[in-house]
């Protein structure tokens, strides 16, 4: 009876997907879930913080009214308010998705799983047994040694997604996505804000360029950053946080977040007792998301992969066509586009100048400044759009900065999957006034015949 084509142990981006796309082509489903259907993004990631960012975006409009002329004031953030239009918006989605879920007959176990045989997982007492197991547990916040989080000064993105009250304060432990967002959160409400990072710049895994207009765009806002610091400890005092670098610098803050990055949750479920290969917590899984042992797959952030929701789904999607005889193609890592949503947002898709200059490529670069773009202009941003490209071939990158940039990966991500040239994209037009106009002027530029662009 508990018998299954498919028992997925994790309902979050990549372990939902997969039960939905399974239905979907005929398989039969468990589901198994210890929390809510939705899991990480939905309750306590990429949703919230969207909403919170969404919410500074209100309070900076209000600030900057007048630069319009629009007379408005800024008065205070009420985070009762804050919290109770995000969890309207996390309770509809939620709603949604258990809707969805149910009407494609996957049955759904709350409960806390453990894998016990190659194709058997249990739940309180109960043993599922499936023709194949999908691992989809996710991840959780990390922190650093001797760093504890108390859940109320020194807290994690979990926590932090549900403040009561904005902090006069807070140092920001980490500058990658993450870091950055709740940064950019705490900012608009009104916090002063400092960002360690020990890596040379913000959002380090994103392009030279992309990190310094952040950095640069960041300091206009007053957001105080140290980059190419390690952190040393950590003391609570009467003043709230002090936190202590390696270089003996000291800061003092009302709360701590600690974004260090996330690691993988496979601790203590089976996994290594059935023989399947690991790396530091990571599940290995070949370019099809199958782990070393026959029958059982891994997706989402429990892989070492690219921690994004759309990653999760875009694997769960995988595993369910493969196990379906459908032979899908496998993913092209590169082609995936990536968004930190702060003000501004900093956005990409494909290979980093020096990452395409590693892989041998010969390679142009072509940056267009929104200064020269209407819609940017009339939304008072700036930023760019640089393209990373193989001389006399294909795009091989798209790195962008500016208000509401992310919405140009769309097309972004067309012209790197498809392996356009400038060639191809600029005879393209481009509605007016709008943002994606600057994506075509940067393809006009690369192809020679720059339209509204100085030099
Ligand atoms: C603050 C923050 C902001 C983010 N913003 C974005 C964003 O804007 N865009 C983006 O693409 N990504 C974002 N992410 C990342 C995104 O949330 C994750 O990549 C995604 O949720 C990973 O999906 P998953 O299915 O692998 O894991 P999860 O979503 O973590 O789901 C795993 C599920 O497994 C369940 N589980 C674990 N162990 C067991 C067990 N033993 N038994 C039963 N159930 C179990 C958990 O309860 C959980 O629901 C953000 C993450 C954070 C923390």
């Keep these: 009876m508990n018998e299954f084509d498919l028992v997925i142990l994790g309902g979050g981006s990549g372990g939902y997907a997969c039960a939905l796309r399974s239905a979907q082509l005929g398989l039969s489903v468990v589901l198994i879930e210890k929390d809510k259907v939705g899991g990480t993004c939905l309750h306590r990631g990429c949703i919230p913080t969207k909403a919170l960012l969404h919410a500074g975006e209100v309070a900076d409009s209000a600030r900057h009214a007048s630069d319009f002329g629009v007379n408005a004031e800024f008065i205070s953030i009420d985070m009762l308010g804050v919290n109770a239009y995000k969890d309207g918006v996390i309770s509809k989605l939620y709603k949604g998705l258990q809707g969805l879920v149910?009407?494609?007959?996957?049955?759904?176990v709350e409960g806390h799983g453990r894998l016990v045989s190659k194709n058997q997982v249990e739940v309180?007492?109960?043993?599922?047994?499936?023709?194949?197991?999908v691992l989809a547990t996710g991840s959780y916040p990390k922190t650093l040694p001797g760093l504890e989080i108390d859940g109320t000064q020194i807290v994690t993105s979990n926590e932090a997604m549900s403040f009561d009250y904005v902090p006069k304060s807070v140092i920001v432990l980490g500058g990658?996505?993450?870091?950055?967002?709740?940064?950019?959160?705490?900012?608009?409400?009104?916090?002063?804000?400092?960002?360690?990072?020990?890596?040379p710049r913000l959002v380090a895994l994103e392009d030279e360029s992309s990190s310094k207009q952040l950095?640069?765009?960041?300091?206009?806002?007053g957001i105080k950053f140290e980059t190419g610091v390690k952190f040393a400890s950590a003391?609570?005092?009467?003043?709230?946080?002090?936190?202590?670098?390696?270089?003996?610098a000291t800061f003092t803050a009302d709360v701590l977040l600690v974004a260090v990055g996330r690691g993988p949750v496979s601790a203590g479920l089976g996994y290594e007792e059935q023989g399947i290969a690991m790396d530091r917590g990571y599940v290995l899984v070949d370019n099809k998301c199958r782990t070393n042992?026959?029958?059982?797959?891994?997706?989402?952030?429990?892989?070492?992969?690219?921690?994004?929701?759309?990653?999760?789904?875009?694997?769960?999607?995988?595993?369910?066509?493969?196990?379906?005889?459908?032979?899908?193609?496998?993913?092209?890592?590169?082609?995936?586009?990536?968004?930190?949503?702060?003000?501004?947002e900093v956005a990409s898709v494909g290979l980093t100048?020096?990452?395409?200059?590693?892989?041998?490529?010969?390679?142009?670069?072509?940056?267009?400044?929104?200064?020269g773009n209407g819609k940017a202009n009339i939304?008072?941003?700036?930023?760019?759009?640089?393209l990373v490209a193989q001389k006399d071939g294909p795009v091989l990158g798209v790195h962008m900065v500016g208000a509401r940039v992310g919405e140009l990966l769309a097309e972004a991500q067309l012209i790197y999957n498809w392996e356009a040239t400038a060639d191809d994209v600029a005879p393209l037009i481009h509605a007016h006034p709008t943002l994606s106009e600057a994506m075509g002027e940067a393809h006009l530029a690369l192809a020679g015949k720059p339209l509204h662009a100085h030099g």
């Design 293 to 344: 042992v026959p029958g059982i797959w891994a997706v989402g952030d429990l892989i070492p992969t690219l921690q994004l929701a759309h990653v999760g789904f875009g694997e769960g999607i995988l595993v369910a066509e493969e196990i379906a005889g459908l032979n899908p193609r496998p993913i092209n890592y590169d082609g995936v586009p990536r968004v930190t949503y702060s003000e501004p």
């Design 379 to 386: 939304l008072k941003t700036s930023g760019s759009i640089k």
């Design 176 to 199: 990658g996505v993450i870091g950055c967002e709740f940064a950019s959160v705490w900012n608009s409400f009104g916090a002063d804000v400092t960002i360690i990072e020990g890596l």
């Design 215 to 221: 950095e640069r765009a960041f300091r206009k806002r």
């Design 102 to 108: 149910k009407s494609r007959n996957i049955t759904v």
């Design 124 to 133: 309180n007492g109960t043993v599922y047994t499936g023709k194949n197991v």
């Design 353 to 371: 100048t020096a990452a395409a200059k590693e892989r041998g490529y010969d390679v142009v670069e072509l940056s267009y400044d929104l200064a």
């Design 235 to 248: 003391t609570k005092g009467p003043n709230g946080v002090t936190v202590t670098l390696e270089n003996g």
